[in-house]
């Protein structure tokens, strides 16, 4: 998992922090009684009626507060 860049849903282009995708990694593996290093499934998009997973951007994440 990379907490450096954004994450993109493939479908309808939602944007992700990477605390975000870490917090859905967290929860995701938690519910499949692994951990989260070991979590390698595809991450699905949590917008209302969207089916889409998660991709790693090019986009640099800069955090707001530093």
Known sequence: MDLKHWY?????GYMYTPQQVQALVHLLASR?????AE????????????????VLTD??????RS
């Open 8 to 12: 993109r849903c493939k479908v309808c």
């Open 39 to 54: 979590f390698t499934e595809p991450i699905p998009c949590r917008k209302k009626g969207c089916d889409g997973t998660l």
């Open 59 to 64: 986009d640099p994440y800069r955090d707001a």
């Open 32 to 36: 499949s009684e692994a951990t989260p």
